[in-house]
């Protein structure tokens, strides 16, 4: 088995990279011949996120050879991050699939060369061969879903997120035909609302689902990567879905729903 790559949007990467590191403390890459993932899943919470890249302009070079269609590498999201966070003023980052030269173990290679200066690091990784069964996407996103939108202002809805995660665990979407979104959330004390509207009308709220508040915000870490759209999905009783598409690929975080 062969991987290799050069990462040239760097800092975009480590954007995602950050967006993950706040989602779950262990992440995969799921790697193919023409493919590149990154996945997280909690087996108890049901909470799954996925990042799903195009190899260009993510990557100026990328080659994987091996018997099975993907390698499945789990690895910390926080020695991730930490690698990222020093190779972020680089040009390019060389990646390369090999042995650990003090454990003995599988790991990722990350190789900088700046100014004449050579850095490696190691990404200590775990090689899963059940990880087709496992880190699937919990719901095909060719489906038709129940309900589907775009969202509002990433910032806006990110303030409006801080505040209510700070007054309650859970938060009510709703959304209207017309493309308005309203954020509740209350606690014993006190209740928050927030509707987001670009008309000048009283909104007919059609739909409405409750989740996490500290899951719903993580979405909104991707702020930074400025997404070309922002939109949202739902399978009743299952998931709400958030996607951001981007320059180097697709972010989707699927919310398990609250059941009242």
Do not use: W
Not at 138 to 146: H, R, T, V, Y
Not at 187 to 199: A, D, P, R
Request: aromatic share 12%; hydrophobic share 40%; glycine share 4%.
């Amino acid at each position: 088995m062969r991987f290799k790559a050069e990462i040239q949007k760097i800092e975009a990467f480590l954007n995602v990279v950050r967006f993950f590191a706040a989602v779950g403390k262990q992440g995969v890459f799921a790697i193919g011949k023409e493919d590149f993932f990154v996945v997280y899943k909690d087996s108890l919470s049901q909470l799954y996120s996925i990042f799903m890249s195009k190899l260009s302009p993510l990557f100026s070079a990328f080659e994987y050879d091996g018997t099975e269609d993907h390698v499945y590498l789990e690895f910390s999201t926080d020695d991730l991050l930490r690698v990222m966070l020093n190779v972020k003023e680089s040009e390019v980052c060389q990646i390369s699939l090999t042995r650990s030269a003090t454990k003995r173990v599988p790991c990722l290679n990350f190789k900088t060369n700046t100014d004449g200066m050579e850095v490696t690091q190691e990404l200590i990784v775990t090689i899963n061969k059940q990880g087709a069964d496992l880190y699937h996407q919990p719901i095909e996103m060719n489906a038709q879903m129940d309900v589907s939108g775009q969202l509002h202002s990433m910032k806006q809805m990110k303030q409006a997120l801080d505040k209510m995660a700070e007054l309650s665990d859970e938060v009510v979407f709703s959304a209207s035909h017309e493309g308005d979104i309203r954020l509740v959330c209350s606690s014993k004390q006190s209740k928050m609302e927030v509707v987001f509207s670009e008309q000048d009308h009283q909104p007919n709220f059609i739909f409405s689902c409750a989740c996490q508040s500290g899951q719903f915000k993580k979405f909104f870490i991707l702020e930074k990567l400025e997404p070309e759209l922002c939109e949202y999905y739902y399978e009743k009783d299952m998931f709400f879905i958030l996607k951001a598409t981007t320059n180097i690929g697709e972010i989707l975080i699927y919310i398990p729903v609250i059941q009242p």
